[in-house]
Structure formats: C-alpha cells, structure tokens
C-alpha cells in the first residue's frame, strides 16, 4: 500500500459495559465515573462516561490494524476530548494522512473520534513511522 496526502481509514466500535470493565482491568483505571452507576449520576455527565484513553485506543488499533501494509511505529499522538462518550455509544475512528516526509518514512495523521451522532468526542494528530512489512 502506498500511502498518500488525504487518504483515510474509518472503524467504528461500541462502547460497551464490558469493554469499559476490562479497559479498567488492563489500565489499572478504577475511577468510579467509569464503573459506578450510582456515583455517576451525582456527576455532570448523569451517567457513567468511558475512559478517554479508551477512544485513543480505539485510534492506536485503526493505525495498527489498518492503516499500513507494513509496522508502524507510534511516534507521537496529541487528544483533545471534546465530548463524553458514554457506555452504548458507537465510536467511529477516522484516520486522515495529513503529512509524508519525504525524507523518513513518517506519517502525519489527523485523528477524528465521533458518536453515533456525529458529534465529534476527540480529536487529535499523531505521527507514525511505517517499517517494512
């Protein structure tokens, strides 16, 4: 695959109860907004939110998976989380080439979470180094 300027990569995923409990598992990220019903409606959202490392994760695998025939290598990534994402919610990853070196083989990538709803909940940039498959 030959990567150019304006190419783009979409996945979208559920956020489930599920998958926020073994996010928290694997992150060691035990805060009650994500796991506590009940503590969550004390908040400002009124309900549990997912972790926002969660929608970065979901930019990690959209890189990792289907970004490049070859590796790449995760260089940088900025977030900026604009919207909660809440449990039921359908994430839609979108990775847009930005940005090739001409001297390196490094990737500049916009990087767009939105919900079902198009609202966008994150949005941020990351750079990767693609190595041969």
Wanted: charged content about 20%; glycine content about 8%.
């Amino acid at each position: 695959m030959t990567l150019k300027i304006g190419d783009t990569f979409t996945r979208s995923r559920e956020v489930t109860d599920a998958l926020v409990r073994a996010f928290a598992e694997v992150s060691g990220d035990h805060n009650p907004i994500h796991l506590d019903e009940e503590h969550a409606k004390s908040t400002r959202f009124g309900k549990r939110i997912a972790h926002g490392m969660l929608s970065g994760a979901f930019i990690s695998a959209i890189l990792g998976n289907e970004f490049a025939d070859g590796t790449i290598i995760y260089l940088s990534q900025s977030l900026k989380f604009t919207a909660p994402v809440f449990i039921g919610d359908t994430v839609t990853t979108t990775a847009t080439v930005t940005n090739i070196r001409e001297d390196k083989p490094i990737v500049t990538v916009e990087t767009v979470c939105t919900n079902q709803n198009g609202e966008q909940v994150v949005k941020g940039e990351a750079a990767v180094m693609l190595l041969d498959s």
